[in-house]
Nanobody, 114 residues
Framework: QVQLVESGGGSVQAGGSLRLSCAAS????????MAWYRQAPGKERERVAR???????RYADSVKGRFIISRDDGKNMLYLQIDNLKVNDTGVYYC?????????WGQGTQVTVS
């Protein structure tokens, strides 16, 4: 099983940057797919980025060009570099992991853009 803990959120002005981190534990980490989701106020949870075990990535159209997902399996870490933050990027960001589905979730880290 995989255990995930997010960090790196905070309050940032529009146009600023953040780097979110997700520390993962579990023997299956290096063979799992991973993703970042967010839930904005008044909106449903959405997947913003995902990365497969081979490093291939996909992004939601709303974040493409601004967000970069990466993983460092040697450190059991997942990252989300966010540039040019917008007010509607505000929300709780979650990392997730799994295989056919994302079954393992972190507790979330708050990102507030003003």
């Amino acid at each position: 099983q995989v255990q995930l803990v997010e960090s790196g959120g905070g309050s940032v002005q529009a146009g600023g940057s953040l780097r979110l981190s997700c520390a993962a534990s579990g023997n299956t980490y290096t063979s799992s797919c991973m993703a970042w989701y967010r839930q904005a106020p008044g909106k449903e949870r959405e997947r913003v980025a995902r990365i497969d075990s081979d490093g291939s990535t996909r992004y939601a159209d709303s974040v493409k060009g601004r967000f970069i997902i990466s993983r460092d399996d040697g450190k059991n870490m997942l990252y989300l570099q966010i540039d040019n933050l917008k007010v509607n990027d505000t929300g709780v960001y979650y990392c997730a992991a799994g295989y056919s589905t994302f079954d393992f979730w972190g507790q979330g880290t708050q990102v507030t853009v003003s």
